[in-house]
């Protein structure tokens, strides 16, 4: 026997016996502790079908979203308020951020300075660092309700009657006073009206004030007569191809069985290719198709 094992002759055979069976139980012991750490006793059975392909289209749809932030490496100005879930997302914030900056959103409050964007997201200093240059803050007039009132009597009397009739507002930078201004519309309603335009990052057609099931037809009818959609509204398109459930399913115009169905139409049939591909998803909004298709690339 090698001599490293000599002083195993200096017990007796059933201590060693006793020895052998304590490295013995030790070497069990580890084997037992590797196979608990390393096998995924969850059955085969127990995993449903729909769970291994989202799981699996999940891992795919991060790979071409890293590619794509990999070429996408420029950052515009923005304001802020109007973050929506796939620019906050390429951005880096997490749906929690996200989720904070909305629920303030509801209050009917505006974000005005980095240090306000940070106290109600609570995002890193790192990633205020890097995203505060860009932010772009909307101007809201400096004087007060009454004198707000002087100015428009002046410019009154600077307008005919007829020229103030026919003028008409962009509704995408409306903001609540404006809006109040149209019959039947009051501050919640404003308020529904912001918080949709935040949603979707503006507004495509005034036919979407049809949206609003709440609102009165004569208060739609005026809303359509006092603003337009003028020139293009700069949306952060979704692209379907690429986008997660999370992101379809928080889309206003999707609810979570069409981002499901999407998902599931092109994990089946490959990338889709235009608005029409998705008219073959039997729970599509189809009423909504030329007002979707606007936010949508493919």
Same mark, same amino acid.
């Given at each position: 026997?090698?001599?490293?094992?000599?002083?195993?002759?200096?017990?007796?055979?059933?201590?060693? +016996?006793?020895?052998?069976?304590?490295?013995?139980?030790?070497?069990? =012991?580890? =084997?037992?502790?590797?196979?608990?750490?390393?096998?995924?006793?969850?059955?085969?059975?127990?995993?449903?079908?729909? !769970?291994?392909?989202?799981?699996?289209?999940?891992?795919?749809?991060? /790979?071409?979203?890293?590619?794509?932030?990999?070429?996408?490496?420029?950052?515009?100005?923005?304001?802020?308020? #109007?973050?929506?879930?796939?620019?906050?997302?390429?951005?880096?914030?997490? *749906?929690?951020?996200?989720?904070?900056?909305?629920?303030? $959103?509801?209050?009917?409050?505006?974000? %005005?300075?980095? &240090?306000?964007?940070?106290?109600?997201?609570?995002?890193?200093?790192?990633?205020?660092?890097?995203?505060?240059?860009?932010? &772009?803050?909307?101007?809201?007039?400096?004087?007060?309700?009454? /004198?707000?009132?002087?100015? !428009?009597?002046?410019?009154? %009397?600077?307008?005919?009657?007829?020229?103030?009739?026919?003028?008409?507002?962009?509704?995408?930078?409306?903001?609540?006073?404006?809006? =109040?201004?149209?019959?039947?519309?009051?501050?919640?309603?404003?308020?529904?009206?912001?918080? $949709?335009?935040?949603?979707?990052?503006?507004?495509?057609?005034?036919?979407?004030?049809?949206?609003?099931?709440?609102?009165?037809? /004569?208060?739609?009818?005026?809303?359509?007569?006092?603003?337009? *959609?003028?020139?293009?509204?700069? *949306? /952060?398109?979704?692209? =379907?191809?690429?986008?997660?459930?999370?992101?379809?399913? $928080?889309?206003?115009?999707?609810?979570?069985?069409?981002?499901?169905?999407?998902?599931?139409? $092109?994990?089946? %049939?490959?990338?889709?290719?235009?608005?029409?591909?998705?008219? +073959?998803?039997?729970?599509?909004?189809?009423?909504?198709?030329?007002?979707?298709?606007? #936010?949508? !690339?493919?």
């Amino acid at each position: 026997m090698p001599k490293p094992f000599r002083f195993f002759h200096l017990f007796t055979k059933s201590q060693q +016996k006793g020895i052998l069976a304590l490295f013995a139980l030790l070497i069990f =012991v580890q =084997v037992l502790y590797f196979i608990f750490t390393s096998i995924d006793f969850t059955s085969e059975k127990e995993k449903s079908a729909e !769970e291994k392909q989202w799981l699996a289209l999940q891992s795919k749809i991060d /790979e071409l979203k890293a590619k794509k932030r990999g070429h996408k490496d420029t950052i515009y100005l923005f304001n802020p308020n #109007y973050l929506n879930d796939y620019k906050g997302y390429v951005l880096g914030l997490s *749906v929690k951020e996200l989720d904070r900056l909305y629920a303030y $959103r509801k209050t009917g409050s505006y974000i %005005n300075s980095a &240090k306000d964007f940070q106290k109600v997201t609570h995002i890193h200093d790192t990633l205020l660092t890097k995203l505060s240059p860009y932010f &772009k803050f909307g101007v809201k007039p400096a004087y007060t309700k009454t /004198e707000s009132l002087v100015k !428009e009597s002046r410019v009154y %009397n600077k307008e005919s009657k007829s020229e103030m009739a026919l003028k008409v507002s962009d509704i995408n930078t409306a903001l609540e006073e404006d809006l =109040v201004k149209v019959f039947g519309i009051g501050s919640f309603y404003a308020k529904e009206i912001l918080r $949709r335009r935040a949603m979707l990052g503006g507004f495509v057609s005034m036919d979407q004030m049809d949206d609003f099931t709440t609102f009165s037809p /004569e208060a739609k009818l005026g809303l359509k007569k006092s603003f337009k *959609v003028i020139g293009q509204p700069d *949306v /952060e398109k979704i692209n =379907v191809n690429t986008a997660s459930l999370l992101q379809l399913s $928080r889309f206003p115009y999707f609810n979570k069985d069409v981002a499901k169905s999407i998902i599931t139409e $092109r994990s089946m %049939n490959g990338k889709l290719h235009k608005i029409d591909d998705l008219l +073959k998803i039997s729970n599509f909004p189809v009423d909504k198709v030329k007002i979707i298709a606007l #936010y949508l !690339e493919f």
